[in-house]
C-alpha cells in the first residue's frame, strides 16, 4: 500500500485533503486512481488507512475507512555527524531515518567537508527523509537540526555520549554505555578523523570514546554500525509485539 504525509490540518468531515507535492505525486508519477487505497500520515505517530475520492493535480481527496495511532516510544538517539563529502550525507539521512534515530545533527569540524547548510540543501535533506519514512513505514519524521560547530555541542545532561574514534584501542560499545533508557549523544567524524584538540573537548563534554573494532570504518560506515549497535542495545530493533 502505498505512503503519504498529510497535514492534520487538511482533515474535515471524515475526509483528508492532500495537496502540494504529495498531490503532484499521486496523480502525475503515481498515476493512482478513484478507489485506491492508502496510508496517510499526519507526523504526530497518526496513521489514517484511506480511499482516493476525486483527484486532480493540484490536490486529492481521500476517504477515511480507519484510523490507529502509532507512537514514538523508543529511546531518542541523536547522530551528530560532521560534514561528508558528496552524496554521503544525503545516504546517511536515508538510513539514519530508517534505523530510528531521532534526530540528526550536521556538524562542522576541523577537517570536514565545508559545507554552508543552504536552504536548497535543506529542502533536498527534508524531502529524502521523508521519502525513507514513507519507504520504511516511520510515521513520526526524524528531525533534521540546523548545522552547528563542534565547540557548540550541547552541555551534559545525563544523557549517555559515545564517540567512535580510530585511536580508541580497547573499549567497545558495549551496553553499560547505553544506560538507564537514557537519550543518547553519538558523535561520528569526518573522512579526516578527529583532531586530537576535539577528542579532548568531546570528552570534556562527557563524551566516552570506543573502537568499533580493528578495521578502519569510513566516517558513513562507522555512523551505521554504531546506530545499529545502540539501537540493538536499546531493543529498537526487535519485531513489534503482536
Known amino acids: 500500500m502505498r505512503r503519504f504525509f498529510f497535514d492534520p490540518g487538511q482533515e474535515r468531515d471524515g475526509r483528508i485533503l492532500v495537496t502540494g507535492s504529495e498531490a503532484r505525486h499521486l496523480t502525475t508519477v503515481l498515476r493512482i486512481q478513484p478507489g485506491t487505497e ?3 500520515y499526519d507526523g504526530r505517530g497518526g496513521i489514517v488507512r484511506g480511499e482516493v475520492e476525486q483527484l486532480d493535480s493540484r490536490r486529492v481527496s481521500i476517504r477515511i475507512l480507519s484510523r490507529t495511532s502509532r507512537p514514538d516510544t523508543d529511546i531518542p538517539l541523536t547522530l551528530l555527524q560532521a560534514m561528508l563529502k558528496g552524496k554521503k550525507m544525503e545516504f546517511l539521512i536515508q538510513k539514519a531515518t530508517e534505523l530510528g534515530v531521532h534526530t540528526f545533527v550536521p556538524l562542522t569540524t576541523r577537517y570536514c567537508e565545508k ?3 543552504s536552504e536548497r540543501q535543506n529542502v533536498r535533506w527534508q524531502r529524502i527523509m521523508l521519502e525513507a519514512c514513507k519507504q520504511c513505514g516511520r510515521p513520526v519524521p526524524m528531525q533534521i537540526a540546523p548545522p552547528i560547530l563542534l565547540e557548540q555541542l550541547p552541555p551534559g545532561d545525563g544523557s549517555n555520549r559515545i564517540m567512535p574514534w580510530e585511536d580508541e584501542p580497547t573499549r567497545p560499545l558495549a551496553p553499560v554505555l547505553v544506560r538507564d533508557h537514557r537519550p543518547t549523544l553519538l558523535l561520528i ?3 579526516g578523523g578527529f583532531h586530537p584538540d576535539e577528542v579532548s573537548m ?3 563534554q ?3 570514546t570506543i573502537s568499533l573494532g580493528p578495521r578502519i570504518l569510513r566516517a558513513e560506515t562507522a555512523a551505521l554500525a554504531a546506530v545499529s549497535i545502540i539501537q540493538y542495545h536499546n531493543h529498537v530493533l526487535e519485531p513489534e509485539a503482536i
Request: aromatic letters at 6%.
Open 206 to 208: 562527557g563524551f566516552s
Open 189 to 191: 567524524g569526518p573522512e
Open 38 to 40: 492508502v496510508e496517510l
Open 115 to 117: 559545507q554552508t547548510g
Open 202 to 204: 568531546a570528552r570534556e
